[in-house]
Structure formats: structure tokens, C-alpha cells
């Protein structure tokens, strides 16, 4: 049967990532004000929020392209019921900083569903037709419909953006890695708070001939974009 999907090879490690565009999806993780602005989450937990705004311009960047080349995105958000009913009491007692899930904050209660807080931050507000998956916990596919989305789209491939590095993007990289989803991590559009964790995040996806996927960067994959739609 012949195979007129256009692919397309992006450098990458372990080794080229074969790039289907009408297959793959872009999935924008937790890029919030909770996690990416002065008094959210993580800024209450005494995290240095700059290590996670670096990531924005990128991303800015290839959601445009993606946009422009007509190709799927999806959102997630980190959050919860206004009724907490959804916080595990475990996750409420270990998450405790100076301010807690659930608690008021400069930005509205933390991590609680419709705070100013738990918003995308205004560089990467969804577009109509940009699915927002709200998820309770780490990983996009848990107790989400993430996976149904992409089985009704024909999605086989993700690029995984957003942060962070190794809680939110590498549990949701694990959970697509099981359910046969390729996933493209470009190393610029994820961060982290620790550097370390950066690294170390990144290597573990690439390892043992790319274990959980690909890593990148974004300038090869808006190189090998097609500008036009034309996919
Ligand atoms: C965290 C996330 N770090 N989005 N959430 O608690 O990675």
C-alpha cells in the first residue's frame, strides 16, 4: 500500500526524528502563572521562577509556526476542584511550602481551577480549536481525556513542551511512551527549576536508544516545519 504521509527527518538524539506532521500533535504542558510567575506554586515553594521563563520565547515561537503550518496543539493545566474533592491528602501534605494547594495566594488559592493563578500566562493563551486538558495530577493522560483526543485526531506523535522538566513533562512522556505515542522533546521549550534536574530529565528520555523518545531543539524542528500547510 503506498504511504503518502509526508515525513520528514529532524536531528535529534538518540538518533533523527522521523517527523509526521499530520500525525503529530504539539502538547504545551502546565506553562501557567502558577508555575512561571512571582507568587504562584512554585515561587512559593522557594523555587527561582526564571529558570522556567526562559522557556517562554521558544515556545512562543513554535506555537506559532505550528500554528501557522496548521497543525494540531493542545494545552494542559495543573489544578484542581475548588472543593479540593480531587487532592489526593497526600499530594495536599507534601506540596506544602510557606503556601499550600488550596490556600490564597497573591494570585488566588494555588493550583485551584479558575484562580488567576492556575491560568496559561498571556504568551500562550489556547486558541479556539487548542484543546485545554485539565489534569489533576502530573501526567496530561491521567484521569484526562488527553488520550481519546489524539485516538479521534490519528495522533501517533508529540511533541512535548512546558514545564517542568522532570515532574510534569517526563511523567507525561512515561504515560504516552505506554499507550505507543513517539514524543519529541525539544530541550529549549522544557525547564526546570534545578539545572540539574534539566539535565538529568533530558538525558533519561534520550537513553538506551531513546527509551521514553527523542530529544531536540526547537530551531531543527521550525526548520523542517512545513510553512505552507502543506502536510
Ligand atoms: C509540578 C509540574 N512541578 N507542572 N508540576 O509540581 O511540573
Request: proline letters at 7%.
Amino acid at each position: 500500500m503506498p504511504n503518502d504521509v509526508l515525513t520528514l527527518e529532524v536531528p535529534a538524539e538518540p538518533y533523527a526524528f522521523t517527523f509526521e506532521p499530520a500525525h503529530c500533535a504539539l502538547l504545551i504542558i502546565d506553562m501557567q502563572r502558577d508555575f512561571l510567575e512571582p507568587g504562584g506554586f512554585g515561587d512559593r515553594l522557594g523555587n527561582d521562577v526564571s529558570q522556567l521563563r526562559r522557556t517562554i520565547a521558544p515556545n512562543v515561537h513554535l506555537l506559532a509556526a505550528w500554528r501557522a503550518a496548521g497543525l494540531f496543539a493542545l494545552h494542559t493545566r495543573e489544578g484542581h476542584r475548588a472543593d479540593l474533592a480531587d487532592l489526593p491528602p497526600s499530594k495536599k501534605r507534601r506540596g506544602r511550602g510557606e503556601t499550600g494547594i488550596g490556600d490564597h495566594g497573591p494570585m488566588g488559592r494555588i493550583l485551584v481551577r479558575g484562580e488567576a493563578g492556575h491560568e496559561i500566562i498571556p504568551e500562550l493563551l489556547p486558541m479556539t480549536g487548542e484543546p485545554v486538558i485539565d489534569k489533576p495530577g502530573k501526567g496530561a493522560f491521567w484521569a484526562t481525556d488527553l488520550h481519546a483526543i489524539l485516538q479521534h485526531r490519528g495522533i501517533r506523535q508529540l511533541v512535548v513542551t512546558g514545564v517542568t522538566t522532570e515532574v510534569c513533562v517526563h511523567t507525561t512522556v512515561r504515560e504516552a511512551n505506554d499507550r505507543g505515542y513517539d514524543c519529541f522533546v525539544p530541550e529549549d521549550c522544557v525547564g526546570s527549576y534545578f539545572p540539574e534536574f534539566q539535565d538529568c530529565g533530558l538525558r533519561m528520555i534520550k537513553a538506551q536508544g531513546g527509551i521514553f523518545g527523542w530529544v531536540g531543539h526547537s530551531r531543527d524542528l521550525l526548520a523542517a516545519l512545513p510553512s505552507d500547510g502543506s502536510r
